[in-house]
Nanobody, 124 residues
Framework: QVQLVESGGGLVQAGASLRLSCAHTGRTFRNYAMGWFRQAPGKEREFVAAITWSNSNTNYGDSVKDRFTISKDNAKNTVYLQMNNLKPEDTAVYYC?????????????????WGQGTQVTVSS
């Protein structure tokens, strides 16, 4: 069974940084892409960032561009989300997801496996 295990969330002040990790465990799973999404209370799930596994192309949501960086470690089957200059509006549960086949990376419906989520809270 394929599992995505997230870590790295927490409570920080505005302007601080956090790095989220998403480790892919279980049976061999050929990824096309892995993405990060977030959901704040009362809001829809929002695309944050994605990276394609074969060529490391990256894609970012407009609200996080220039502040967040997605990267991967092939050997560890792990994807990272480095979040800098955090703002209170970044507060949400952050989910990582993996897509086995071609997917429009900004569309959450195309992803096959999801992590359990990790809470990020940014105080003003």
């Amino acid at each position: 069974q394929v599992q995505l295990v997230e870590s790295g969330g927490g409570l920080v002040q505005a302007g601080a940084s956090l790095r989220l990790s998403c480790a892919h465990t279980g049976r061999t799973f050929r990824n096309y892409a892995m993405g990060w999404f977030r959901q704040a209370p009362g809001k829809e799930r929002e695309f944050v960032a994605a990276i394609t596994w074969s060529n490391s192309n990256t894609n970012y949501g407009d609200s996080v561009k220039d502040r967040f960086t997605i990267s991967k470690d092939n050997a560890k089957n792990t994807v990272y989300l480095q979040m800098n200059n955090l703002k209170p509006e970044d507060t949400a549960v952050y989910y990582c997801a993996a897509a086995a086949g071609f997917v429009l990376v900004r569309d959450s419906r195309g992803y096959d496996v999801w992590g359990q989520g990790t809470q990020v809270t940014v105080s003003s």
